[in-house]
Structure formats: structure tokens, C-alpha cells
């Protein structure tokens, strides 16, 4: 499965038969296929860690330690 990013990508190599396009561009995409990974690495470890609390009074209570 290809992400947002390796998508947009292709139609750029696509559009670079018909345009000039910078090299920069390509550069911006790699560096944005490094956020979009953290980001859904990130979000995985939000899901598990807010997956294991009952509810989410529970998960803030015991993340902040009111009761």
C-alpha cells in the first residue's frame, strides 16, 4: 500500500515528462515521508496506549493522578 506521500510522488515523476521540476522537490518528499512515518508510528502507539483503559475518565485519572 502506498502512501499519500509516495503517491504525490509518482504523478511527479509522471509530470516531469511534460516539466521541468526542480530537484528540491524531490528532496521535500523524502523529508515528508520521514514526518508521514513518524506520524502513523506515533498514532499506532497512541492507539495501543489509549486502547488498554477501560474508559477514558479511567485513562485520565490515572494519567494524571486526580481522583
Avoid at 26 to 32: G, Q, R, S, T
Avoid at 33 to 45: A, F, L, M, P, S
Wanted: proline share 1%; glycine share 2%.
Amino acid at each position: 500500500m502506498k502512501t499519500a506521500i509516495e503517491k504525490l510522488e509518482m504523478k511527479i515523476v509522471e509530470l516531469e515528462k511534460e516539466y521541468a521540476i526542480p530537484h528540491k522537490i524531490y528532496e521535500l518528499c523524502e523529508e515528508a515521508k520521514v514526518e508521514e512515518r513518524n506520524n502513523i508510528i506515533k498514532t499506532g502507539d497512541d492507539f495501543v496506549l489509549y486502547a488498554r483503559w477501560i474508559s477514558g475518565k479511567h485513562y485520565f485519572e490515572d494519567r494524571f493522578k486526580q481522583k
